[in-house]
């Protein structure tokens, strides 16, 4: 009982070990260079007012889908489709339909195009559910199911990008 009421009591600063700063420690054994007293200078910045633009803000998924869509043009070589104008699918010698170009790294079908597009999205998405992944960490098996999803889709992606790259550089020393 009697300890509850000294811990209780107010303690001086002197009494709390540690609790001194290093600009006390340095007053105290120099008092002839900083006197008495040391202020800290008070700084008044002038406050300006700015008007400011009120605009609403849209949802942040709807910002995410238009930067994924403005990704998506840009992928699929909006540019190339437009100054070469190449044809949309192809066919070879048997009259299958042919969707890559074999052989040929400088020219590409729209649905080639759209295709490899269409995949670097799909691996994005996966990188992002990598990251959702993060935010379940104190729900272990969910985290592990999100994990093993985000993987599984940037792998397949990243080997169907690999079968197209295949195909379309030229076979050398045949």
Same mark, same amino acid.
């Given at each position: 009982?009697? /300890?509850? @009421?000294?811990?209780?009591?107010? #303690?001086?600063?002197?009494?709390?070990?540690?609790?001194?700063?290093?600009? @006390?420690?340095?007053?105290?054994?120099? =008092?002839?260079? %900083?006197?008495?007293?040391? #202020?800290?200078?008070?700084?008044?910045?002038?406050?300006?007012?700015?008007?400011?633009?009120?605009?609403?803000? *849209?949802? #942040?998924? !709807?910002?995410?889908?238009?930067i994924y869509i403005i990704?998506?043009?840009?992928?699929? &070589?909006? $540019?190339? !489709?437009?100054? #070469?104008? =190449? *044809?949309?699918?192809?066919? /070879?010698?048997?009259? +299958?339909?042919?969707? $890559?170009? =074999? @052989?040929?790294?400088?020219d590409a079908y729209i649905? @080639?195009?759209?295709?490899?597009?269409?995949?670097?999205?799909?691996?994005?998405?996966? %990188?992002?559910?990598?990251?959702?992944?993060?935010?379940?960490?104190?729900?272990?098996?969910?985290? +592990?199911?999100?994990?093993?999803? &985000?993987?599984?889709?940037?792998?397949?992606?990243? %080997? !169907?990008?690999?079968?197209? !790259?295949?195909?379309?550089?030229?076979?050398?020393?045949?």
């Amino acid at each position: 009982m009697r /300890d509850q @009421e000294i811990s209780k009591k107010q #303690r001086n600063k002197e009494e709390i070990s540690g609790s001194e700063t290093v600009l @006390e420690k340095i007053k105290r054994k120099t =008092p002839w260079i %900083f006197g008495n007293k040391l #202020r800290k200078p008070k700084i008044l910045f002038p406050k300006f007012k700015f008007r400011r633009l009120s605009l609403p803000m *849209p949802f #942040r998924s !709807l910002s995410l889908i238009a930067i994924y869509i403005i990704l998506f043009i840009l992928q699929t &070589g909006i $540019v190339y !489709l437009i100054i #070469r104008k =190449p *044809p949309a699918i192809g066919v /070879d010698s048997r009259g +299958d339909p042919v969707f $890559v170009i =074999p @052989e040929n790294m400088h020219d590409a079908y729209i649905i @080639e195009s759209i295709v490899a597009s269409i995949l670097l999205l799909f691996s994005s998405f996966g %990188f992002i559910i990598l990251y959702y992944a993060s935010k379940y960490v104190y729900n272990k098996k969910f985290a +592990d199911w999100i994990l093993i999803i &985000g993987v599984i889709m940037i792998l397949i992606t990243f %080997f !169907l990008l690999q079968f197209i !790259l295949k195909i379309k550089t030229p076979k050398l020393n045949e």
